[in-house]
């Protein structure tokens, strides 16, 4: 009997390879008309450039065994993300590092000044109990006023004293001048874009690839189904929607260069989108070869039932509908649920390929042992 994958984004067209491989025969569908999941690229008709359709994807990791995957199937150009901040009319560099400690504040301060500087100006809380406690102990009022209160409520649509503290854990503060976003010892962009890296993925002995096909609509009996679309909807979304944001493009094109950078987030408030994207440097080895720029204002909102879901709200009534519907998944006998979707959860790329090498790797070891078909 064959194995089924529903969605073929990262998650999909790792856990199809490792079976494809093992011999075992797969059908991979997807409803959407390409592969790649949210991760999807492809060139833009118009300008040339390589577009993150879905908004930017920059791979990062210090798993090996991750990094080591990705680099067999795409070839990996080193990409260090830098974010540039708009905030209260000036420039800044994100994530909070001592160029923006020392611009913000005007001041010329080292590392130990401006540790002893911030200490003196974070509200003493032993447990933040949400998003604006925890920026409140790092940083202090001014920084995350100006960094995190606007740019947090736009994001989430919700003032930052409803969110959990653990959103803010993503970005670090510094006390030098690393502006890298990211921490990780790999941080790389696939030269021929993710799309074309999901496609080598799934170039795999026994792996049958379906487009533009709704898992709903297969009569076929499978040996086990990995179902990465949304968990709630595999249920037929009968104890109600796990709650989404989903984001707005707004496509600008331009001469030459529009922005200078790949990101920039306008932190205030009063700017109705959260940033600015421009896609060419997100390839800084081809960027000087396009004439035009691409740019996409980013807007988040609500999701509704037709949108593409983007970011898990995890409140605690969405975690409590969260909690219903793992009891439903773990019910469910022959079916895995992974990725970002099938698991309700905000996920790296790298997690995502991590977690579904370890899915594919243990239902192989259950076939082994004769435990599984
Ligand atoms: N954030 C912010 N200001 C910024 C960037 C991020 O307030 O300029 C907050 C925001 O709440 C966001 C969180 O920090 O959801 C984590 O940032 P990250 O860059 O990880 O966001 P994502 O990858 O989710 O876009």
């Given at each position: 009997m064959r194995y089924c994958v529903v969605g073929a984004g990262l998650s999909g067209a790792v856990i199809a390879r490792s079976l494809g491989e093992a011999g075992h025969k797969v059908l991979v569908v997807d409803e959407r008309s390409h592969l790649g999941g949210n991760c999807h690229s492809a060139r833009d008709p118009e300008t040339g450039v390589m577009t993150h359709i879905y908004g930017p994807h920059i791979f990062h990791t210090s798993n090996e065994r991750v990094w080591s995957y990705v680099t067999r199937f795409a070839e990996m150009r080193p990409y260090n993300h830098r974010v540039v901040a708009v905030a209260k009319s000036g420039v800044y560099s994100l994530p909070l590092n001592l160029m923006t400690i020392n611009q913000f504040f005007k001041r010329c301060m080292g590392p130990a000044e401006a540790r002893a500087f911030i200490a003196s100006k974070v509200r003493k809380i032993e447990e933040p109990r949400n998003f604006e406690e925890q920026a409140l102990a790092l940083m202090g009022e001014e920084l995350y006023e100006a960094f995190f209160k606007g740019y947090t409520s736009k994001q989430w649509g919700m003032s930052p004293t409803d969110l959990p503290a653990s959103v803010l854990k993503r970005?670090?503060?510094?006390?030098?001048?690393?502006?890298?976003?990211?921490?990780?010892?790999?941080?790389?962009?696939p030269s021929g874009g993710y799309t074309a890296m999901a496609e080598n993925i799934l170039r795999a002995p026994n792996v049958e690839v379906r487009l533009n096909c709704r898992f709903e609509e297969l009569s076929e009996n499978f040996a086990h189904v990995f179902y990465s679309g949304p968990l709630d909807r595999f249920f037929g979304f009968r104890l109600g929607r796990l709650g989404y944001r989903t984001l707005d493009f707004e496509r600008m094109i331009d001469k030459g260069d529009f922005q200078g950078a790949a990101v920039i987030n306008y932190c205030d408030a009063d700017v109705p989108f959260t940033r600015i994207t421009e896609h060419k440097y997100f390839a800084p080895w081809e960027k000087d070869n396009f004439d035009m720029t691409l740019c996409y204002r980013e807007y988040s909102r609500a999701a509704g039932a037709q949108d593409i879901p983007y970011y898990p709200i995890r409140l605690a009534n969405e975690q409590k509908l969260l909690r219903s519907y793992i009891e439903l998944a773990q019910a469910t006998e022959k079916v895995s649920f992974v990725g970002r979707l099938g698991t309700y959860r905000y996920l790296d790329m790298d997690v995502t390929i991590e977690e579904a090498l370890a899915a594919s790797d243990r239902l192989l070891e259950l076939i082994a042992r004769g435990e599984a078909p």
């Open positions: 970005l670090p503060a510094r006390f030098d001048y690393n502006d890298s976003y990211f921490a990780h010892h790999y941080q790389a962009i």
